[in-house]
């Protein structure tokens, strides 16, 4: 083997590994693209926190744009967001619907007692699999339904004001909603 040839390959491989870093570099660590968007919302069926003998499905969200928000007593960003869950219901009039993921339905009675109810109803997760079809990663997660039940947008993390009005309004005006 030629002497140059060699050292072309460990050259090359970290010229390769070097490129790779670089793009990353310029990457939204916080972005994880859903496999949803653009297709029909996951089906579910589960009972509703506030009458456990009601059902909420899917079929519920239909006609209107509507934000289906993952949350649970235990998530520190889910109290976070909470003030601008209650704000995008009050000044914009979206519809919210809960995922109440593996929480206990009794604590997460009261936090809506305590801290308010944004949400139009809230479908119990306890052993989280609804929240797997759904592919959520973890709490808090706010999926943007179209009228007709399409995932147009997945938010990861608390939701502010400015995120609703910079990433979510801008798609349903899109849409002409």
């Known amino acids: 083997m030629p002497k140059g ?29 859903s496999p949803f968007i653009n297709q029909p919302a996951p089906g579910f069926d589960l009972p509703r926190l506030q009458a456990n003998d009601q059902r909420l499905t899917l079929i519920d969200m239909r ?13 520190a960003g889910c109290r976070q967001e909470h003030e601008a869950l209650l704000s995008i219901v009050a ?35 306890v052993i989280g699999t609804t929240a797997i079809d759904w592919g ?23 939701l502010t004001l400015d995120i609703w009005r910079t990433d979510f309004m801008p798609l349903m005006q899109e849409q002409g909603g």
Not at 136 to 152: I, K, M, N, Q, R
């Open 63 to 75: 006609g209107n744009y509507s934000l289906v928000n993952v949350w649970a007593t235990w998530c």
């Open 5 to 33: 040839l060699k050292f072309a390959f460990p050259i090359l491989a970290f010229a390769a590994l070097l490129g790779f870093f670089f793009i990353g570099l310029f990457r939204d660590p916080s972005y994880i693209p």
């Open 136 to 158: 959520v990663y973890g709490a808090p997660e706010t999926f943007l339904l179209s009228p007709d039940g399409v995932v147009l947008h997945k938010h990861i993390g608390p």
């Open 91 to 125: 000044d914009y009039n979206m519809p919210i619907y809960g995922l109440n993921w593996k929480d206990e339905p009794a604590k997460a009675k009261q936090w809506l007692r305590e801290l308010g109810n944004p949400y139009v109803a809230n479908g119990v997760d």
